[in-house]
């Protein structure tokens, strides 16, 4: 007895996942940023982190006058306060450009009511560092407008200094959409403009408490230098230890960049395109 009627097909070549998409800007709702559960796991509380980095942006905040600086950039702000408390002691106007509605409602209220207390150690730490900022953190955010918008936005050449904060790493899995992202924020200031930035090192893609994957691009030390040296000059970047306190993103710590779009104050601003 035969079974079949001719020899066996080919076995089908073992299959592979689906190799998945890079997630790029536009495919995530930044709209449906998890506000609460964001400064519940990075902002309720001063971690040793925060210290780290208010350390380090308000050396660069002191060598400015107060009111000194006409017009500064915090973007992608998110609901992260500290940053702008700080441009409080040199900046007549901060513009906090972000996308989302949840972190721009969230940080209108903040101006309008005041903000919460859990940001009072903030505030302390911040003046503590730099006098110049008024004994009342809500003072301090007078010059803050909320500007709802994305990188894509940015006027080059606006601002005398411009501040970013776990932004371009953390928003996108396309390291080409990473550069351009860094090079809108380095046109984003006039010639001579200064820039101060925070980015997480080596984090991929990340969760919120128990929300969706954000995208993100793991970049370190040696990233940061292929895209910011041959746009700026001035370049410096510190490392900062990895914070055990904060919630597992899969980081390997932070690194802080201080540098200066090239040209001298008085040239006029690039040109657009
Ligand atoms: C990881 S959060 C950082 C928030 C805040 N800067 C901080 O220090 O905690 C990333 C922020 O970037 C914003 N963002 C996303 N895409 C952006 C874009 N294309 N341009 C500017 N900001 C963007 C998000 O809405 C979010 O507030």
């Known amino acids: 007895m035969t079974h079949g009627t001719g020899p066996r097909p080919p076995a ?4 592979r996942p689906p190799a998945s998409p890079v997630r790029r800007n536009r495919d995530a709702d930044w ?40 017009r500064t950039l915090e973007l ?4 992260n306060l500290y940053p702008l408390m700080l441009a409080g002691a040199a900046s007549r106007r901060i513009d906090a450009l972000e ?14 009511h005041g903000p ?6 903030f505030y302390q730490l911040c003046r503590s560092l730099d006098p110049a ?23 080059p050449g606006r601002y005398d200094l411009a501040s970013m904060n776990f932004v371009a790493e953390s928003v996108t899995e396309d390291p080409g959409e990473f550069t351009a992202l860094c090079e809108a924020f380095v046109r984003a200031v006039r010639p001579g403009g200064r820039l101060l930035a925070a980015f997480m090192a080596g984090m991929p893609s990340y969760r ?18 292929a895209v910011f040296a041959p746009r700026t000059t001035g ?21 802080l960049l201080t540098a200066e779009r090239p040209g001298s104050p008085d040239s006029p601003p690039a040109p657009q395109g």
């Open 31 to 70: 709209n449906l940023w998890p506000v609460a559960d964001y400064l519940a796991e990075n902002y309720r509380r001063l971690h040793p982190c925060d210290i780290g980095v208010i350390r380090h942006h308000a050396a660069v905040y002191r060598r400015y006058a107060p009111g000194s600086l006409a």
């Open 76 to 79: 992608g702000a998110g609901p």
């Open 133 to 155: 900022l008024p004994a009342d953190c809500a003072e301090a955010l007078r010059p803050v407008h909320v500007v709802r918008g994305t990188a894509a936005d940015l006027v």
């Open 12 to 15: 089908p070549p073992p299959s």
């Open 208 to 225: 919120i408490g128990a929300g969706p994957v954000w995208p993100a691009c793991p970049v370190d030390e040696a990233d940061l230098r």
């Open 99 to 112: 996308p989302g509605a949840a972190n721009v409602r969230y940080l209108r209220r903040q101006l309008d």
């Open 235 to 255: 370049l410096r970047i510190v490392r900062l230890a990895k914070d055990p306190t904060l919630p597992e993103y899969g980081d390997t710590g932070f690194l």
């Open 116 to 121: 919460d207390a859990s940001w009072e150690p």
